[in-house]
């Protein structure tokens, strides 16, 4: 049965508002196309006016800003507890937007419950330093929170995009307007009502549906929003660097996707490798970041590598996302499944040998079948460019010192993976290998505890981890002049 959709409307001042222009956009679901739900369409209207709540909650005698950080921090706890309490709706509305299948959406759900409870508890552990500068004075920092915050989400993760961002900027104090991608409004929404419900002041999370030409420039633009975090493609990424330096200098926190290597050694326990490497391009239709697009394989375990690999792509289950037993659903709409299946042709064409898959499933949704190419070369278009969909290229190599070369011979840097049973080797790759996040005979493990983000134009700064806070803060530097006299 269809989840219940219970909220479309503008979130501004903890209350749900239309557009101002009156205006609605369509949302579907890409599993059959249909459309599930008309969305208020926020313009820069709607915008100017989420950004003035936002501003007014940051003002320094809000109920926000007076707000003990111990309190900030309950209340994102309390905010944990309702995730949990809706964990099954959401992952219900999730899958219905976004097509992820529905076991995954819950394993989802269940990965950013320790994500919200992480960021929260970072909340009065904000610290800054007792420093011994010069002379007679006492000098100390302060650390804090940096004012309006634009949080612009893509469509492959939204509730997680959206914790991750909402959670990070709240502990550190700051307010937030978020714009969520246009495919996938729903659970944005349905994340702000529990934020309200949780005890969050009016004004301090906004959310404003629309899309990125619109809604999204408004606030990179806007002159009192003082900060974007933003994940999405490398090419929207550089047009929001950009618009952040046009009205004031805006900081930035960019998370722009990858092309990422992994490694498998001839001496890799293959029971392991290949179920892994299948998850790491698999995984939500390839709908990732840190999708396993590029696949180096040893050439003493090559051709028995790749039979394994195309057995185990045929073995997936295609299906509707809302069936708890499926573990392939749809592309999120009919303009990515084209796109990839353009990549497919692209592949083909340039001389990449397909072993299984390539094809749309069926005619109505956005589905394509698990996709296995061997004999990719470096300089072909799917081995070089961001696909974002289920397709498994496979390279053939011979040393480590010539993988790395090539692994590194690419624009992004988000991750990277390597199989091995020899250590040296997986220190050296580790120590060499241009990347923000290694997996040792591991891969697409993300853990609040440690940091996220990428080298290379994959990304600016750092999300998770410990020091996750401080794209949001400030840093105030006191000098007291201390009087001789006792
Ligand atoms: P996108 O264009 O980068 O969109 C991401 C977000 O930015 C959406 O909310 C989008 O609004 C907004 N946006 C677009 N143009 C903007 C602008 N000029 N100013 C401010 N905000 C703007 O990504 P996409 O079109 O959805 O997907 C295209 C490709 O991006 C994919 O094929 C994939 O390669 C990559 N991608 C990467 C990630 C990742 O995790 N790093 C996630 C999603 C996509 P709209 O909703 O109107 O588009
Ligand atoms: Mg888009």
Not at 272 to 284: H, I, K, N, R, S
Not at 290 to 313: P, T
């Amino acid at each position: 049965m269809a989840p219940q959709i219970k909220y479309t409307k503008i979130f501004v001042d903890n209350e749900w508002v239309d557009s101002k222009s009156g205006k609605t956009f369509e949302t579907y679901n890409p599993h059959d196309g249909s459309v599930i739900a008309k969305v208020a369409e926020g313009d820069k209207v709607d915008i100017d006016v989420a950004v003035r709540a936002a501003h007014r909650a940051f003002h320094r005698n809000s109920e926000w800003r007076l707000m003990d950080a111990s309190e900030r921090g309950r209340i994102l706890q309390k905010f944990a507890d309702l995730v949990e309490r809706d964990a099954k709706y959401l992952a219900e509305l999730e899958s219905f937007n976004n097509g992820t299948v529905l076991s995954f959406s819950h394993s989802m759900i269940a990965m950013v419950l320790p994500v919200i409870r992480y960021i929260g508890s970072l909340s009065d552990k904000i610290q800054g330093d007792t420093v011994p500068a010069d002379g007679e004075v006492f000098s100390y920092t302060l650390k804090q929170p940096v004012g309006v915050c634009g949080l612009i989400l893509p469509w492959n993760a939204p509730i997680a995009m959206f914790i991750n961002k909402v959670t990070s900027a709240l502990a550190a104090g700051c307010t937030v307007v978020v714009k969520p991608a246009e495919q996938t409004p729903l659970t944005a929404l349905a994340l702000a009502a529990l934020l309200a419900e949780a005890g969050v002041p009016k004004g301090v999370v906004n959310v404003v549906p629309g899309f990125g030409k619109t809604a999204g420039a408004a606030l990179t633009h806007h002159p009192d929003v003082a900060k974007i975090s933003f994940t999405g493609s490398v090419v929207v990424g550089k047009e929001i660097q950009q618009a952040a330096g046009v009205n004031n200098l805006k900081r930035i926190t960019l998370e722009l996707g990858g092309k990422s290597p992994l490694i498998i050694m001839n001496d890799a326990d293959l029971t392991v490798a290949v179920p892994y490497a299948a998850l790491g391009v698999f995984t939500m239709q390839g709908q990732v970041c840190i999708a396993a697009s590029r696949l180096y394989v040893q050439s003493d375990i090559y051709d028995k590598f790749v039979e394994a690999a195309v057995k185990h792509a045929r073995s997936i289950k295609i299906g509707n996302p809302a069936d708890p037993t499926t573990q392939h659903g749809p592309q999120v709409d009919e303009t990515m499944m084209k796109k990839v299946l353009g990549y497919i042709e692209k592949g083909k064409l340039e001389g990449a040998k397909l072993m299984t898959g390539g094809k749309r499933v069926g005619h109505e949704g956005y589905y394509i079948e698990p996709t296995v190419f061997a004999d990719v070369k470096d300089d072909m278009t799917i081995a070089k460019e961001e696909i974002f969909g289920p397709v498994q290229s496979i390279l053939k190599f011979d040393t480590l010192e010539e993988v790395l070369e090539r692994a590194n011979s690419t624009s992004y840097g988000l991750s990277a993976g390597i199989f091995t049973t020899n250590l040296n080797t997986a220190l050296q790759f580790t120590k060499h290998v241009e990347a923000g996040t290694v997996w040792v005979n591991n891969y697409l493990k993300i853990d609040p505890h440690v940091p996220f983000g990428g080298f290379k134009d994959s990304g600016l700064g750092r999300e998770y981890g410990l020091y996750c806070l401080d794209p949001y803060l400030e840093v105030k530097t006191v000098i007291v002049a201390l009087s001789k006299k006792l």
